[in-house]
């Protein structure tokens, strides 16, 4: 297993600015579109300029700021800038709006936290991601990728449980353990699973030691804060964006290496036919 460990002392708004700019290993402009992916159902899609390749399309999943947040929409622009194709459905639609953004003790807002992350809604968001497949197969895409942002890395890892990607990615996530680590590896035991979180992360912070020894790729951020924005131009919050990115793309990239498949054909013979 992997356990590594990131040390700052400064507020954490791991991939966003205040002004919903990404911060990272590189800024890119918005290149994105709200495209259909079914009749009912919206995405956000982003094509590299440049194809890498590749030929991986990554699946985004948003937080609870939902499907409109540019924060969410900046990365999608962010793996089409790095070459990959990349699409965000919109797992809320209209029925599942977030009441605002109240204080955490808001009797509502917990009751809609609940709603949207029974286990129900997890296989309605799994159909959705599912979804995405075939426009990214539309564009050439053989290998996938999965990324989730906060209530997002809860539905990421439930829905790489499908054996459909390579690669998936949790960023400070909800409700993650070792026995639901084990639940996915058991599900898609070829999958590469990392968790990166904030130490101060209620949901994952005490559990990512156990994560860990059950075999889960994990990287802790000490002394950042979860959930808070950030100035773009503090060179150390860019840094660490830019190790978050970075990861990301290296678990995706190594999910691209094709293992090579030998088949024994006996002995070959001139007359041979």
């Given at each position: 297993?992997?356990?590594?460990?990131?040390?700052?002392?400064?507020?954490?708004r791991?991939?966003y600015?205040?002004?919903g700019?990404?911060?990272?290993a590189?800024?890119?402009?918005?290149?994105?579109?709200?495209?259909?992916?079914?009749?009912?159902?919206?995405?956000?899609?982003?094509?590299?300029?440049?194809?890498?390749?590749?030929?991986m399309?990554?699946?985004?999943?948003?937080?609870?700021?939902?499907?409109?947040?540019?924060?969410?929409?900046?990365?999608v622009?962010h793996?089409?800038?790095r070459?990959?194709?990349?699409?965000?459905p919109?797992c809320?639609?209209k029925?599942a709006?977030p009441?605002?953004?109240?204080?955490?003790?808001?009797?509502?807002?917990?009751?809609?936290l609940?709603n949207?992350?029974?286990?129900?809604?997890r296989?309605?968001?799994l159909?959705?991601?599912?979804?995405?497949?075939p426009?990214?197969?539309?564009?050439?895409?053989?290998?996938?990728?999965?990324?989730?942002?906060?209530?997002g890395?809860?539905?990421?890892?439930?829905?790489a449980?499908?054996?459909?990607f390579?690669?998936?990615?949790?960023v400070n996530?909800?409700?993650?353990?070792?026995?639901?680590?084990?639940?996915?590896?058991?599900?898609?035991?070829?999958?590469?699973?990392?968790?990166?979180?904030?130490?101060d992360?209620?949901y994952?912070?005490?559990?990512?030691?156990?994560?860990?020894?059950?075999?889960?790729?994990?990287?802790?951020?000490?002394?950042?804060q979860?959930?808070?924005?950030?100035?773009?131009?503090?060179?150390?919050v860019?840094?660490?964006?830019?190790?978050?990115?970075?990861?990301?793309?290296?678990?995706?990239a190594?999910?691209?290496?094709?293992?090579?498949?030998?088949?024994?054909?006996?002995?070959?013979?001139p007359?041979?036919?």
């Amino acid at each position: 297993f992997a356990l590594n460990t990131f040390r700052k002392s400064l507020p954490w708004r791991l991939l966003y600015s205040h002004d919903g700019r990404l911060c990272g290993a590189q800024m890119c402009s918005r290149v994105g579109s709200v495209i259909e992916v079914t009749p009912v159902l919206q995405g956000y899609y982003a094509a590299p300029r440049l194809k890498s390749g590749r030929r991986m399309g990554i699946a985004v999943v948003h937080d609870v700021l939902g499907f409109a947040d540019p924060n969410c929409r900046h990365l999608v622009d962010h793996w089409a800038s790095r070459g990959f194709e990349a699409l965000m459905p919109d797992c809320f639609e209209k029925e599942a709006e977030p009441p605002g953004l109240p204080d955490d003790d808001d009797e509502a807002f917990q009751k809609w936290l609940a709603n949207i992350s029974n286990e129900k809604f997890r296989e309605n968001c799994l159909l959705k991601v599912l979804d995405c497949i075939p426009i990214l197969k539309e564009q050439g895409c053989i290998r996938f990728g999965i990324i989730g942002l906060g209530w997002g890395g809860l539905i990421a890892e439930h829905v790489a449980r499908s054996g459909e990607f390579g690669a998936a990615v949790s960023v400070n996530g909800w409700e993650h353990s070792a026995a639901t680590y084990t639940l996915t590896h058991e599900a898609a035991p070829d999958l590469a699973m990392l968790y990166m979180v904030s130490e101060d992360n209620e949901y994952l912070s005490s559990v990512v030691e156990e994560i860990a020894a059950a075999g889960g790729k994990v990287k802790v951020f000490q002394d950042l804060q979860e959930g808070f924005a950030a100035s773009a131009s503090d060179e150390e919050v860019v840094r660490a964006a830019g190790e978050i990115l970075q990861a990301a793309e290296q678990i995706f990239a190594e999910a691209c290496l094709k293992k090579s498949n030998f088949v024994k054909v006996g002995t070959l013979h001139p007359d041979a036919r």
